[in-house]
């Protein structure tokens, strides 16, 4: 009697194993490379983690599950798999994860681009959109991008004209473009303040040089001390703070003009006049105006001019590709001081350089990272909440079994071929898909295809003497975003 009683529980506590370890041995999750007891997979990484991942892929297949330290991360490198993240299961990969650094410049998450999924995300989005993205706001801003066009191709006159055989860092003067252009469209035209655009220009490379390095919290969330302790936090917080002095002067010198409209208003503007709304479904306090600025100042700047680099890499570095451009530019506007952005519809090879660019480079090789807000299955495979998922769009764009000559820069593959970059076509997502697809997309093209066929058009190209075309250095830097490694130097000869 005495042994039955000890049996009983026993049996009980034995079944109950069982059936917690039965569970445990059904759950099916995706393929994984070997791990470090602690680091997990983070040594597999490498500095281009693109490419790391991509020969990952290649061994352990197109949906893999790294443990890059505690976090365990998904990593996504084929177009069907990618449909079945940003199309299938949309909705539970359309969060983010939080990352420490993203935290304390963006205002707690008070942004939109790194902000969790929710009603703030949604309003943040809705709110941008309608008074910055949408194709009416982005065609009404013609008149200032063609302006902007007008003086980068004046500074590149003048410095041809003063120090003709002096080559030109181009990689400085795009980005410079692409700082000043997308600064007037957030907080509108400045006049004299050169210095302004140039500050920003400093604090957007700290920023992005903090959200591209390595923070240990963001791959061992059980660690958050160590922030602290190694300086990091107060790394994040110095440059936040002089953001937040910047930015605190532009709110108060746009309010004090009280809702008065001009036409050189910028989205900062759209954004005071909605703070004193009284039907809006928030309330927009400066901290969100703030957090929303040093995003999209962020997300807009680097992304334009990487596409421009690239692009003028490649055309010098292809010159039959270079001269067929010219052509086609040439011969649409010949005769006008510039191009104007209604000649660009009539300019198809341009639009297929363009394509081309960001297929080969694109300017986030791994998109932004998402991650999954419920457990779900995925090709058999069962995915749980909370993993982190990267999506490698640069493997995708090189995948051989898509694209013919995958490593070569072949324009003509985009003529006559439906394919776009709208987010539809899951082999070509270099602005991303489903409901986080990059707003800005439709404000960067405008920006990217009037600027590169005034370049074209405007002057003709020479590599620094002694160079030939093979020695373009292509070498990519690691990042967030993925620049040219080393500054581009060419030399401009007008040829209007
Ligand atoms: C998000 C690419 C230009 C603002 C994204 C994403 C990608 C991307 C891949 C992530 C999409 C996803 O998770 O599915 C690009 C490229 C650009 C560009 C290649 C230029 C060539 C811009 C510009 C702006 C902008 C000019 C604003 C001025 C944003 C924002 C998000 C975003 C705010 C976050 C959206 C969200 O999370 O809801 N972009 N982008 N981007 N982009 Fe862009």
Redesign the pocket.
């Known amino acids: 009697m005495h042994a039955f009683l000890w049996l009983a529980p026993l049996t009980l506590l034995l079944l109950t194993i069982k059936l917690i370890l039965s569970k445990r041995s059904s759950v099916r999750l995706p393929p994984s490379p070997w791990k470090l007891p602690f680091i997990g997979n983070l040594h597999q990484l490498g500095l281009l983690p693109h490419q790391s991942l991509d020969k990952l892929a290649k061994k352990h297949g197109p949906l893999m599950l790294l443990k890059l330290g505690q976090v365990p991360t998904l990593v996504v490198s084929s177009s069907q798999m990618a449909r079945e993240i940003?199309k299938t299961h949309d909705l539970i990969f359309a969060s983010?994860p939080i990352l420490r650094t993203a935290e304390i410049l963006f205002y707690g998450g008070k942004d939109?681009?790194f902000?969790q999924y929710g009603e703030h995300?949604r309003q943040m989005?809705k709110i941008?959109v309608i008074n910055?993205f949408n194709a009416k706001k982005v065609q009404s801003f013609q008149a200032a991008r063609e302006e902007e066009v007008a003086h980068l191709m004046d500074k590149i006159s003048q410095a041809c004209s003063l120090h003709p055989l002096e080559p030109l860092n181009m990689s400085q003067v795009l980005n410079l473009f692409s700082n000043d252009i997308?600064c007037r469209?957030l907080m509108g035209k400045f006049s004299g303040e050169e210095g302004r655009n140039i500050l920003f220009h400093k604090l957007i490379e700290e920023n992005i040089l903090l959200l591209s390095g390595f923070n240990l919290v963001d791959y061992f969330p059980s660690l958050g001390w160590l922030s602290s302790l190694l300086g990091l936090d107060e790394r994040a917080k110095r440059i936040s703070s002089k953001w937040e002095a910047v930015l605190c002067q532009i709110i108060q010198e746009h309010s004090i003009r009280n809702g008065e409209k001009t036409k050189d208003d910028g989205f900062v503007d759209s954004l005071l006049s909605l703070q004193k709304d009284p039907n809006m479904e928030i309330s927009l306090t400066d901290e969100i105006i703030k957090a929303l600025l040093v995003?999209?100042i962020g997300?807009?700047i680097d992304?334009?001019y990487?596409?421009l680099e690239w692009s003028m890499s490649e055309l010098i570095k292809n010159p039959q590709i270079m001269r067929k451009l010219q052509d086609e530019v040439r011969g649409v506007a010949f005769g006008q001081s510039m191009v104007k952005e209604e000649d660009l519809s009539k300019m198809c090879y341009l639009t297929s350089v363009i394509k081309e660019v960001?297929r080969l480079h694109?300017?986030?090789p791994l998109?932004?990272p998402?991650e999954s807000m419920d457990s779900c299955q995925i090709e058999g495979y069962d995915i749980p909440r909370k993993t982190r998922v990267v999506i490698n769009?640069w493997s995708i764009a090189r995948d051989p079994k898509i694209w013919d000559y995958p490593e070569e820069f072949r324009p003509e593959r985009f003529i006559d071929n439906p394919i776009d970059f709208k987010g539809q076509d899951y082999e070509y997502?270099?602005?991303?898909?489903?409901?986080?697809?990059?707003?800005?997309?439709q404000?960067?093209i405008s920006?990217?295809e009037l600027a590169l066929a005034n370049l074209v058009y405007r002057f003709d190209w020479k590599l620094v003497d002694g160079m030939v075309p093979e020695e373009v250095d292509m070498t990519e830097s690691p990042g967030l975003t993925m620049r040219m490694k080393n500054n581009l130097y060419l030399v401009a000869n007008s040829w209007v």
């Open positions: 940003l983010r939109m681009g902000a995300w989005r941008c910055l997308t469209a995003d999209l997300a807009g992304t334009t990487i596409a960001l694109p300017p986030n998109l932004l998402r769009f997502i270099p602005f991303g898909s489903g409901r986080r697809v990059c707003p800005g997309m404000f960067a920006v990217i």
